[in-house]
């Protein structure tokens, strides 16, 4: 359907001078656009005839005769189901609007319409509904594509090639349009296929470059990014576009690069601290042991002080003190392994729970489980590193364990753990 042009001399051949001859011509200014379509049928030059529905009357042209006689809001309502002049999509079906192209004018000129519509909204900043009227001007070529492919050679012989040359210009358009709208709703993958599309049409589309590199530098893809910047650059040189997503590639690409760097020395450097401190265990006869699920520690964990990767630091362990007659505990984050135990009982002990005054650092005795299952004695006055190279005890995931029990009743304790740990072994 062609979209006539209105002549200048279209209002001289209204008789203005005439008087209203009925009701319906009071309507105002609202009932113009029904003027407008009569006015037409009073300057057509076909003969009267009857019209179909029996009237007299000019013939109109079928897509113009449904509208005689019907008001501006009847016309816009019939309009507005038309995807040419539509402009609201939620209150058409998509459907039912493809199978109006065959009837609302070409292909091209249905997809032109969506297109228009599209750029008009983008203009809006609408950038949801602008996409959804480049989606449909795509469908509709798409349909016209899959039409011709199964086209026989005869019928393919006559296409129009300015018509296809033009359809597949629009496409072009629609897509990095579409492309457009995905960039600005964050639809980054969705941006990419469209701009690969649209370069699959024409290999020197220069915004398919730029959005493709903008959609691939958000999603960290900056090698990818930095391709297709350069691929448009080849195209156009001095486009300022690309020339500023280039400088926000190069960029990132120092930001990447210095992360990785970072990474890569964390990792190096964790990797040294891990071999020095085996090493130091090692050097020491310390005996540790994993099991398969170990306690959340948090930062918590064996290392060396000051200078994790300094043979010479000293070793400081994560250390629990146990009172299993009340079943409660203390937490030492990093008892240093040339320290006595009686220095850390100094400042925990009296205990603030402790209503009979049982736990002082000179009336408690203090207990390590040996590798056997048995008990060793832990004087106060004793380093750290003197116990742990006794070569009965090991410690078990990263943590020092020691028993601190109330000398009046350390002997009944240590015979009930013998006992319980007897029936452990005979049940086992």
Request: proline share 6%; aromatic share 6%; glycine share 4%.
């Amino acid at each position: 359907m062609k979209i006539e042009e209105i002549s200048d001399d279209f209002k001289d051949s209204v008789k203005v001078s005439d008087p209203p001859q009925n009701a319906e011509s009071l309507r105002g200014p609202e009932d113009l656009l029904t003027q407008a379509m009569n006015a037409y049928a009073s300057t057509s030059s076909a003969p009267a005839a009857p019209n179909e529905d029996g009237s007299a009357g000019p013939q109109l042209p079928p897509s113009i005769a449904k509208f005689r006689n019907r008001s501006t809001d009847e016309i816009l309502a019939d309009l507005n189901k038309s995807p040419l002049f539509m402009t609201d999509l939620e209150e058409n079906d998509d459907l039912e609007a493809l199978r109006a192209l065959a009837y609302e004018g070409t292909p091209e000129e249905v997809a032109l319409g969506f297109k228009d519509r599209g750029n008009e909204c983008f203009k809006g900043r609408d950038w949801f509904n602008a996409k959804e009227f480049y989606r449909q001007g795509i469908e509709v070529l798409l349909l016209e594509i899959r039409k011709r492919q199964k086209a026989s050679p005869e019928e393919r012989s006559k296409e129009d090639a300015e018509e296809v040359k033009r359809e597949i210009g629009i496409l072009e358009a629609c897509l990095v349009n579409r492309a457009a709208c995905h960039l600005e709703l964050k639809n980054y993958r969705s941006c990419t296929q469209d701009c690969g599309s649209a370069l699959r049409i024409n290999g020197k589309n220069v915004k398919a470059y730029y959005r493709s590199s903008k959609a691939l530098l958000a999603l960290g893809k900056v090698l990818e990014a930095d391709d297709a910047c350069a691929r448009g650059l080849a195209v156009d040189p001095e486009n300022a576009s690309l020339k500023a997503v280039a400088q926000e590639i190069i960029k990132k690409n120092e930001e990447v690069t210095a992360r990785k760097k970072r990474e890569l020395e964390r990792e190096q450097r964790k990797r040294l601290e891990d071999v020095t401190l085996r090493t130091a265990l090692k050097a020491r006869g310390i005996k540790v042991k994993k099991t398969a699920q170990p306690p959340e520690m948090e930062d918590a964990k064996i290392q060396l002080v000051p200078d994790p990767v300094d043979p010479t630091s000293t070793l400081s362990f994560p250390t629990v003190l146990l009172y299993p007659l009340h079943l409660e505990s203390d937490f030492i984050k990093a008892f240093n392994e040339t320290e006595p135990l009686g220095h850390h009982l100094s400042y925990i002990l009296p205990l603030p729970w402790d209503k009979e005054g049982l736990y002082k650092p000179a009336s408690v005795e203090c207990y390590m489980e040996t590798i056997t299952g048995g008990l060793i004695k832990v004087g106060r006055k004793v380093s750290l590193l003197k116990v742990l190279t006794s070569g009965n005890v090991e410690v078990v995931d990263e943590v020092v364990k020691i028993f601190v029990v109330p000398k009046a009743k350390a002997d009944d304790w240590v015979l009930d753990f013998k006992r319980k740990k007897a029936a452990d072994k005979s049940s086992g």
